[in-house]
């Protein structure tokens, strides 16, 4: 596909090296204000909430709430019970006992460094699309990066654990690999392409939107009728 690239030079050590310092620079305010914001206001240990969305999703996964994505409630709640802070053994039985786990200190530690870290990774993302769109142009992608990366209302969308960031995350990630797996026609590239489809598709629920990405694959002489 015309005006796509995919060579050496997009992962060459100068742009990881780069990329690395895109990523720390947009974690490390994120991971402090995640770490901060909502902690020990009303005594040692205590948390509250700054978004009623927070943990909704760990609720929705533990069947204690309705309406609402359980896919990153999975994934943080997953994490927690491997670092030894397991649901409770009865998820669902008691609506009170579970809200009390997904707003404990462990599991609010690991849902919104969670958020933190995908945040952080969609400025990469958005510095290799930007890369892979317009090789001729690095500035291009790497000012669009850097933007995300400082940016205050992103910043403060990644402190708190709810499934925003990491909806924005997993679509920007497919339509990189999208972008990628037309250009190359590779089958690994379409299958992960396929694969990161279902979250950006299900980490908030915004079907059917990223299926339009899928039209990118239909050959070119189909677009070229309509522009």
Known sequence: MPGLSLN?????????GLLFGIFLLALLPRLYSAQTVGWHWYGEGSFTPIN???????RMWLKAAKAYSPLVGAQTVTINALLGHPPPANPGGNEQIDKAYCLSAPHMTVARSFSAVLGAATAVVIVLIGLALSPQRPQ???????????????????HMATVDVAMTFYAYLFILLAMLAVATRRAALIGLCLLLMLPAIFAKRIWPFPLFGLLAFLPATLWQGFL
């Not at 050496?8 to 050590?13: H, M, P, Q, V, W």
């Not at 992608?141 to 969308?157: D, N, R």
């Open 140 to 158: 291009v992608a790497w000012t669009a990066g850097l933007l995300l990366a400082l940016s205050g209302f992103h910043a403060t969308q990644s």
């Open 52 to 58: 009623f969305d927070e943990v909704n999703s760990c």
């Open 8 to 16: 050496a030079n997009l992962f060459s050590g100068r742009n990881l």
